[in-house]
């Protein structure tokens, strides 16, 4: 009694606008964000916000009716500087899980969402080529899981580096250049 379970995916994402902290919980079919504070030791959710987000968002992740959306990275400021479209937002990381349809299991893609409330979801890249098999080592459920993103440098130089785990056993790193990332993106 008094304590209610919210169907959200199981790796929120922290973001900070300000000094305020948010959490980003759930992505499809809308996206949902906490806003917290904090009272001493306590954690409290002041506000929810809620954005549909746009069909096509599951049409480029294959989305079938049992697969699902989880988060992957915690998202980072992208400056309209950085950005060769001149675009700013919050980049992060999500994959979906569909043990149904492993062509599309824990397949990894870049997120793009507004820099301000309700933070909308702005698009998403096609799928990231990140290399899910080990040489000379058996795995039994070849998955690669992206964990971490960063945006470095500046003007046409800017790069975005995401590491990621191989099957459990091995760490890896996937760099692009925002322009190309960008290019793989469905804008909304």
């Excluded at 306590?42 to 480029?60: E, H, K, L």
């Excluded at 009716?65 to 001149?86: D, E, I, L, M, W």
């Excluded at 099957?167 to 469905?186: I, N």
């Amino acid at each position: 009694p008094g304590h209610r379970v919210l169907e959200m995916t199981k790796n929120w994402l922290a973001f900070e606008v300000g000094n305020q902290l948010f959490w980003s919980v759930k992505f499809f079919p809308g996206h949902r964000v906490l806003e917290t504070t904090r009272a001493g030791d306590i954690w409290s959710a002041t506000s929810a916000y809620y954005t549909p987000t746009p069909q096509a968002f599951a049409v480029v992740l294959q989305l079938g009716p049992t697969g699902k959306v989880h988060g992957g990275a915690n998202p980072v400021f992208v400056t309209a500087y950085q950005s060769p479209s001149r675009r700013q937002y919050f980049l992060s990381l999500v994959h979906v899980v569909d043990e149904a349809n492993p062509t599309v299991d824990y397949a990894n893609h870049a997120v793009a969402f507004s820099t301000s409330a309700p933070f909308a979801v702005l698009g998403i890249s096609q799928r990231l080529p990140l290399r899910n098999t080990l040489e000379h080592r058996a795995c039994t459920r070849p998955v690669a899981f992206a964990s971490s993103v960063a945006v470095q440098g500046k003007g046409p130089s800017v790069e975005v580096v995401v590491t990621y785990g191989v099957c459990d056993q091995q760490a890896r790193v996937f760099q692009v250049g925002m322009q190309e990332l960008e290019e793989r993106f469905v804008w909304f």
